[in-house]
């Protein structure tokens, strides 16, 4: 099954992040689509995956935890997203 929506949460220092990443996944059903990554300048993203309205809710939790330590630059849900997206995303480690 095609993935419903992913939303992109991106800011400036990790505290802020892991912050707003752990708000995300304890607000709605959303699972990581792959680790945390660092972008350089200390900007770092993480993205989501799930349906529209839990990624919707997961990045508005999200990015609310996140403002209140640091700097939050971009939060941003996509719906129905082509299927060649995933060619850009973060991908998940495999298993040992």
Known sequence: MAKQAIGILETRGLAGLVNGTDA?????????????????????????????????????????AAEQIGEVLSAHVIARPDAATSDVLPKRAAKK
Do not use: Y
């Not at 689509?33 to 993203?45: E, F, H, V, Y």
């Open 24 to 64: 995300m996944l304890k607000a709605a059903n959303v699972t990581l689509a792959g680790p945390m990554r660092q972008i350089g300048s200390a900007m770092c993203n993480v993205v989501v995956e799930g349906d529209v309205a839990a990624v919707k809710a997961a990045i508005d939790a999200g990015a609310s």
